[in-house]
């Protein structure tokens, strides 16, 4: 692992997607992509397992001082290759879902001593099968998650380790939809009732408190709201110690931010590095193992989504690019107002201009990009929408009846399809329409 990081330089850690010469299409290592979409068609999300081994490597390695745990979020991004590729490297895994466990389970059962269970919103037979499987712990977000857990645990007579999830009340720099650190959120327990809430649990024979969890947001750019958020932590497990209820382990969620612009000097090492030091100062003296739920961080600089040109249109003023591609693949830029990096995989010769780069969709949202300067792009060109690794793919839907794109995954001088390109045949499977006389 340390040695993918040792021989790497810090633009392939930012970014994997690159023009190997000024002739040259857009790559990524060996790679081109103009090849690969013609290989699987478009539109197509390829992934570089380098880069998120990479950026897997950095977490390990920043904090080889402390017994530590990367789960990576698998929310972030759910392909069982990559889930495979990153528990074969160590990581653990902070799911939402039973179904999040199943694709664990499915491709990495040895990695369910390694997986944390968070959400708002666990049913009962989530937490049967988050029991039968001997996870780490449950990261709880209220009373009553602790009280269903207790009951699940006392029927199947297994002790269930626990992490209550605080709220530390901290805000953090973000887009609304994804801020979830502050009281007026729904999530976690108000930090100043955690403490009455572990001594309570300490009398339950089934439950065992193992940990203090934390998650403030996403897309956070800066480390010092997680130091904030750490130190509020460490407060509790102190106090706590002071009860006589000892914390193992402290989790301090996802939420470190990437750069989306192409043109900063965003330097992932140094980032990372930021961030485990706003941690590691806020724990000083305490002997607890730290865990970190990344999605973002590990996969979205490593994936991006292909797509060809169809059509280019002027309306007036303005000029469309519409792509193969559309929100349905990508919601992103429709949803969070987010802005993702556009660039031709062949440039042509000639000026930037300002245009929309719009999918097929339906709907005046579906859009990647608004007055965007693009170099000049025909019909048939292909374009790269950059850093889509990361809640692309795993926001996708078959809106308007479109099959979802394949997805591939370049590791070295090999390219495997992880997943094939969803038929029609797929998307009507499940219906019943073979009941007319009953509506
Ligand atoms: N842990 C918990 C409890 C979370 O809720 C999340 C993300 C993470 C970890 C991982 O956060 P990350 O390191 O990826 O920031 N769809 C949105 C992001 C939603 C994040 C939800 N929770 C987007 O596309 O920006």
Same mark, same amino acid.
């Given at each position: 692992?340390?040695?993918?990081?040792s021989?790497?330089?810090?633009?392939?850690?930012?970014?994997?997607?690159?023009?190997?010469?000024a002739?040259?299409p857009?790559s990524?290592g060996?790679h081109?992509?103009?090849?690969l979409?013609?290989q699987y068609?478009t539109?197509?999300?390829v992934?570089?397992?380098?880069?998120? %081994?990479?950026?897997? $490597?950095?977490?390990q390695?920043s904090? @080889?001082?402390r017994p530590h745990l #990367?789960?990576?979020? *698998?929310? /972030?991004?759910s392909?069982?290759?990559?889930l495979k590729?990153l528990?074969?490297h160590?990581?653990?895994f902070?799911?939402?879902?039973?179904g999040?466990?199943?694709?664990?389970?499915?491709v990495?059962?040895?990695?369910?001593?390694r997986v944390?269970?968070?959400?708002v919103g666990?049913?009962?037979?989530e937490?049967?099968?988050?029991?039968?499987?001997?996870i780490?712990a449950f990261n709880?977000e209220?009373?009553?998650?602790?009280a269903? %857990?207790?009951?699940r $645990?006392a029927?199947r007579?297994?002790? @269930?380790?626990?992490a209550l999830? #605080?709220?530390?009340? *901290?805000? /953090?720099e973000?887009?609304p939809?994804?801020s979830t650190g502050?009281r007026e959120?729904?999530f976690?327990?108000?930090?100043?009732q955690a403490?009455?809430?572990y001594n309570?649990?300490?009398a339950n024979?089934w439950?065992?408190a193992?940990?203090?969890?934390?998650h403030i947001g996403?897309?956070?750019?800066?480390?010092?709201?997680?130091?904030?958020a750490m130190?509020?932590?460490?407060?509790l497990?102190?106090q706590?110690?002071?009860?006589?209820?000892?914390?193992?382990?402290?989790d301090a969620?996802g939420?470190?931010?990437i750069?989306?612009h192409?043109a900063?000097?965003f330097?992932?090492q140094?980032k990372v590095?930021?961030y485990?030091s706003?941690?590691?100062?806020?724990l000083?003296g305490?002997?607890?193992?730290l865990?970190l739920?990344?999605g973002r961080f590990?996969?979205a600089?490593?994936?991006a989504l292909?797509a060809?040109v169809?059509y280019?249109?002027?309306?007036?003023?303005k000029t469309?690019v519409v792509t193969?591609a559309?929100t349905?693949?990508?919601?992103?830029?429709?949803?969070?107002?987010?802005?993702?990096e556009i660039?031709?995989?062949?440039?042509?010769p000639?000026r930037?201009s300002a245009v929309?780069?719009?999918?097929?969709v339906?709907e005046?949202?579906?859009f990647?990009?608004?007055d965007r300067?693009l170099?000049p792009?025909?019909?048939?060109?292909l374009?790269?929408?950059?850093?889509?690794g990361?809640?692309g793919?795993v926001?996708?839907?078959?809106?308007?009846t479109?099959?979802?794109p394949?997805?591939?995954?370049l590791h070295?001088?090999k390219a495997t399809l992880?997943?094939?390109?969803?038929?029609?045949?797929d998307?009507l499977a499940?219906?019943?329409h073979?009941?007319?006389?009953?509506?």
């Open positions: 692992m340390s040695k993918s990081v021989h790497s330089s810090s633009k392939s850690l930012s970014r994997p997607f690159q023009y190997p010469s002739a040259a857009l990524c060996p081109s992509l103009a090849d979409a013609v068609g539109p197509l999300y992934y570089s397992a380098d880069q998120i %081994l990479e950026r897997l $490597a950095l977490f390695q904090l @080889a001082a #990367v789960c990576y979020a *698998v929310k /972030a991004n392909s069982l290759a990559i590729l528990a074969a160590g990581a653990g902070d799911i939402v879902s039973g999040e466990l199943q694709r664990v389970l499915t990495a059962p040895e990695a369910a001593a944390v269970f968070s959400g666990k049913t009962a037979s937490i049967d099968l988050a029991l039968e499987a001997n780490l709880v209220s009373e009553s998650e602790l269903l %857990l207790a009951s $645990a029927k007579k297994r002790k @269930a380790r626990f999830r #605080v709220n530390p009340d *901290v805000f /953090a973000t887009h939809y994804i502050l959120h729904k976690g327990i108000d930090i100043r403490r009455s809430i309570e649990a300490a024979r439950l065992s193992h940990g203090v969890s934390v996403s897309q956070i750019r800066s480390a010092d709201p997680f130091g904030a130190q509020r932590v460490a407060r497990v102190q706590l110690a002071g009860d006589g209820i000892r914390i193992k382990s402290v969620g939420g470190l931010g750069d989306y192409a900063s000097n330097d992932p140094a590095l930021e485990t706003a941690l590691e100062a806020a000083t305490l002997d607890v193992q865990l739920e990344p590990l996969v600089q490593a994936g292909l060809r169809l280019v249109k002027r309306n007036g003023k469309f193969d559309a349905n693949d990508l919601i992103r830029p429709a949803l969070y107002q987010a802005f993702h660039v031709p995989v062949s440039p042509r000639g930037a929309d780069v719009v999918g097929p339906c005046t949202g579906d990647f990009a608004r300067k170099k792009l025909e019909p048939g060109d374009v790269a929408i950059l850093d889509a990361a809640y793919m926001q996708s839907s078959n809106y308007n479109r099959p979802r394949a997805e591939v995954l070295g001088d992880i997943r094939r390109r969803e038929t029609i045949a998307l499940p219906e019943l073979d009941v007319t006389n009953r509506y």
